[in-house]
């Protein structure tokens, strides 16, 4: 009979303190978990009010519970029948060190994304519609690792291999028991693992705080600083202005010089190039910001013929068409000489009567995107056309320096928003490195 050799794997990056230990364990998933029974219940079988217990659903894990979830910190629904939660004291019931796993997604990358309960405050807790409930067998793996562990390059793209389907892709329980796990024996690295993780998600958390904190008060700002529908004053004006005359209405037509879109060259994405004249899409059209790493170029020959659609500083580019219409953003250096296509709207404000920053901070604003959707058939955002658009109703302070005020306070808030999502954006890169330095590499596990 052969002798079964045991599997290992290493991290790239280990703590100094384990450095001399051995390399980390690899077993099948199945052997260290078990798998336990889900329900099937559907959204409208959930509400957040109150219930005999909480449910996980596939959809919550995708989009809002962390790897770690401590039900005091999150907002769980409900089920709303009794008679659709197991009696008390089953082991339906999620227990602290589970692992729930979304076992479907349209995307690859989120099939059988996982979570790890690590408090549950004497709450009752299932495993819903969509997901795999595991639990440990022993405790070969610390509350707390789990969680980073199935998030992990290695594993992630493992369940991925077992993944199947076209367009939605699934994991059973089956195929999932039979993936290889690798993870530190000694339970003190899992430990120094998991929480230097764990430090480094609460920093990402608070300045995720602070982002939204600073787009709320924008928001908050915004609605004191443009005057409420029907009204000629705002509610906050700066000292200087407190005793001009009241602001006018005024329709969005007769301040432009130019409202016209572009059109996609023939041939589509045969004509984009790696360099030449920018290229503007709605997807590099932001709440306010220009989105630009997948800007793409045409050459000269193209953009001659597109004759009116080119971009000056200063205009205000509008999606008007698709899932992202209403969001705008000034053109500056980096796009002007370029085009839009027929997705994008161009306004070009007359300077002397319509600040073009101001025009741009409205039309994403509460009411701006009140108007946006007042044209839209049935709520449904379908499209806008140029008489729509030149028919926009434009709050005006009576003069060019109280616009321009507005418009440089609000465009430094937007450069501190820039600024703190930037640092967010970097800390969550630096995690991503730091997990695939912490977990074997993909191809680091060997028999």
């Not at 339906?92 to 549950?120: P, Q």
């Not at 440990?136 to 993944?163: C, M, P, V």
Request: charged content about 25%.
């Amino acid at each position: 009979m052969a002798k079964q050799v045991s599997k290992t794997a290493t991290p790239r990056l280990r703590f100094p303190e384990f450095r001399a230990t051995p390399e980390w364990r690899v077993k099948r998933m199945d052997r260290l978990y078990a798998f336990m029974r889900n329900n099937l219940l559907s959204r409208d079988k959930l509400n957040y009010e109150a219930g005999p217990a909480k449910n996980i659903h596939y959809g919550d894990i995708h989009t809002k519970f962390p790897v770690l979830f401590d039900i005091t910190k999150e907002r769980v629904p409900f089920v709303s029948d009794a008679q659709d939660v197991a009696a008390e004291g089953s082991e339906d019931y999620c227990i602290e060190g589970d692992v729930i796993f979304a076992d479907a997604s349209e995307d690859m990358n989120d099939v059988g994304k996982a979570m790890e309960v690590i408090f549950l405050n004497g709450e009752r807790l299932l495993s819903g519609q969509h997901t795999i409930l595991a639990r440990r067998k022993d405790e070969s793996l610390i509350i707390g690792f789990g969680g980073y562990l199935f998030r992990s390059g290695l594993i992630r793209s493992r369940i991925q291999k077992e993944a199947q389907g076209t367009k939605v892709y699934q994991i059973s329980s089956s195929r999932l028991g039979g993936i290889d796990i690798a993870y530190p024996a000694d339970t003190d690295e899992q430990k120094k693992i998991a929480d230097c993780l764990t430090s480094l998600d609460e920093v990402i958390a608070a300045q995720g705080r602070k982002v939204e904190a600073l787009k709320a008060y924008k928001r908050g700002l915004m609605q004191q600083l443009f005057p409420r529908e029907g009204e000629t004053r705002p509610r906050l004006r700066f000292p200087e202005f407190r005793d001009a005359p009241e602001w006018r209405e005024a329709a969005l037509g007769p301040l432009t010089s130019k409202v016209g879109s572009g059109v996609t060259p023939r041939g589509g994405d045969a004509n984009y190039k790696a360099n030449g004249r920018p290229f503007v899409r709605s997807q590099n059209v932001g709440w306010g910001l220009l989105l630009l790493d997948d800007i793409v170029f045409i050459d000269e020959g193209t953009h001659a013929s597109f004759v009116g659609t080119e971009i000056m500083e200063s205009d205000v580019l509008l999606n008007i068409t698709g899932a992202s219409i209403g969001r705008s953003a000034v053109a500056d250096k980096r796009i002007t000489g370029g085009n839009v296509n027929q997705h994008v709207c161009i306004i070009r404000a007359k300077r002397d009567e319509l600040n073009p920053v101001l025009l741009n901070q409205f039309l994403i604003s509460e009411r701006g995107q009140e108007q946006i959707d007042s044209f839209q058939a049935g709520g449904n955002r379908q499209g806008l056309n140029f008489a729509q658009i030149r028919s926009f109703q434009i709050p005006l302070p009576p003069t060019s320096d109280e616009q321009q005020r507005i418009a440089d306070c609000l465009s430094s808030l937007d450069t501190q928003i820039t600024a703190e999502s930037n640092r967010l954006a970097a800390l969550k890169t630096h995690k991503q490195g730091l997990m695939q330095q912490l977990f074997p590499a993909p191809d680091a596990a060997s028999a």
